[in-house]
């Protein structure tokens, strides 16, 4: 079982001169990129520019822990409507056939 993101380690890889890709989790968490001489730029996981910093190791630093957007749990609140209208239906179809066949039997 992988470990919470959370509790995830920021993983560094230099994938090319001055650029830098940070993975949390087994996912993507943002990238430095040098910009100039004396600035590097950090960008979250969203690539939205975070900041310049003058040192590669404040620039990773700067990312901080990984804020995901809440997924809404539409499913989970109307599942017990959703089940309550398949029994009732099915209680309903099984008392009708019932009436229906009564009279044969």
Request: charged share 25%; no cysteine.
């Amino acid at each position: 079982m992988a470990a919470p993101l959370s509790d995830a380690t920021v993983v560094w890889s230099r994938v090319d001169d001055d650029f830098y890709v940070a993975t949390r989790g087994g996912e993507f968490h943002g990238f430095v990129d040098r910009r100039s001489a004396d600035t590097f730029s950090v960008f979250d996981q969203h690539s939205r520019f975070v900041g310049g910093y003058p040192r590669l190791d404040d620039a990773k630093n700067a990312l901080g822990p990984v804020r995901r957007p809440q997924r809404r749990r539409i499913l989970r609140r109307r599942l017990p409507f959703f089940a309550t209208a398949s029994v009732t239906a099915a209680l309903g179809v099984t008392l009708m056939t019932a009436g229906v066949l009564s009279p044969l039997i």
